[in-house]
């Protein structure tokens, strides 16, 4: 390679959703900042999703993508906004782009910087690597966290660096407000541990049984003194009714589904004992908080997209075959393989080490 070009000092890091995806990217973050103390990182996120990473100490700003307001792009008035938006972006005058999300989007959101190098998974899909400046190589077999740091190695390998990035650092944050307001949210716990139990997903197919979930609670309330905090988005409750009604018929547990902020959500897992989730961003953060943790899994390449380094804290008996095996209702068999017993059974063991651990 020819002399390395002038170190950057205006990074972009461009991963504007899912929310799950959002948290697990975060070591990007981290090894950039650890190379360029001084150097202005900002990422490019989904307004949505933008309190997932605000309050992380390494970021300098969060560039919002007002993805609503700029849909349908087919409409002449959003389109004319877009252009305006992709505008604002170039004018930002970014040294490096890097694409974490490896989309056609997330592409053209690269191509819009015009930064001087602009790079990206070389299998990235729907053209994206049309953007990149550099394209690297990225085994389709490495876990999503693994695939995004050998992203962040080539960067900092292109400004000529000398040593690897130390292992990933998965740690997520939150502001003090949102601390607070999670600890309003669990007074009623009245300092029992909390439980966070998750049984929403988007897709049916990735959802345990909402009465298992249920049987589950049952069991907390009846064999430890935890409280449960059971979470989900706006517009799920309708996913767990059983569980939800638990809330009614005990003091020791909160149904806070869909009446939580992302901040405020995160806090709440940063704040739990144990948290039981299916495959859906709550598990992230959890792996973010290193809080213990119960994943249950069914169509999921769990070695690809699981719980980062916590393998042990997945349950799956039946695995898909394929990456979009979670898009057919019918895969929802692969959930149902799951027992209760075996989940109680891992929540109480953790709940026990957590206790212990407490003690020490």
Not at 137 to 150: E, K
Not at 158 to 187: Q, V
Not at 340 to 352: D, F, K, M, Q
Request: glycine share 4%; with cysteine.
């Amino acid at each position: 390679m020819a002399d390395p070009p002038n170190e950057p000092q205006r990074i972009l890091i461009i991963r504007p959703s899912a929310l799950g995806d959002v948290c697990r990217s975060v070591p990007v973050l981290a090894a950039l900042r650890a190379r360029w103390p001084s150097a202005a990182i900002d990422w490019l996120v989904q307004d949505a999703f933008a309190p997932a990473i605000a309050a992380h100490p390494a970021l300098s700003e969060v560039v919002a993508f007002p993805r609503r307001a700029l849909s349908p792009l087919a409409r002449p008035d959003k389109l004319l906004a877009a252009l305006r938006w992709g505008n604002e972006l170039r004018r930002r005058r970014y040294d490096l782009a890097i694409d974490c999300q490896g989309l056609m989007r997330s592409g053209v959101m690269t191509l819009a910087t015009g930064a001087r190098i602009r790079l990206g998974a070389a299998d990235a899909r729907e053209l994206a690597p049309l953007a990149y400046t550099r394209r690297v190589p990225a085994s389709a077999d490495m876990h999503a966290v693994d695939r995004m740091m050998a992203l962040a190695q080539a960067a900092i390998d292109t400004f000529g660096a000398a040593e690897p990035i130390d292992a990933p650092d998965m740690r997520l944050y939150t502001t003090a407000d949102a601390r607070a307001k999670a600890l309003h949210s669990l007074a009623f716990a009245q300092g029992a541990p909390v439980v966070v139990l998750a049984p929403t997903s988007r897709w049916p197919a990735k959802r345990w049984p909402d009465e298992r979930f249920a049987t589950l609670a049952r069991a907390l309330l009846e064999q430890t003194d935890a409280a449960i905090a059971i979470v989900g988005g706006p517009g799920e409750q309708a996913q767990c009714p059983q569980t939800r009604a638990l809330a009614n018929e005990h003091q020791r547990v909160a149904d806070l589904v869909g009446n939580t902020a992302i901040d405020h959500l995160m806090a709440i897992v940063q704040a739990s004992a144990l948290t039981v989730a299916n495959d859906s961003a709550v598990l992230h953060m959890a792996v973010g908080f290193d809080r213990p943790l119960v994943a249950l899994f069914g169509p999921t390449l769990t070695h690809l997209v699981g719980p980062y380094k916590r393998e042990a804290d997945a349950i799956q008996h039946e695995g898909p075959a394929h990456a979009s095996a979670h898009k057919n209702a019918s895969n929802g068999r692969m959930m149902r393989a799951i027992e209760a017993e075996e989940v109680i059974g891992a929540v109480l063991t953790r709940l026990s080490r957590s206790a212990a651990r407490s003690l020490a």
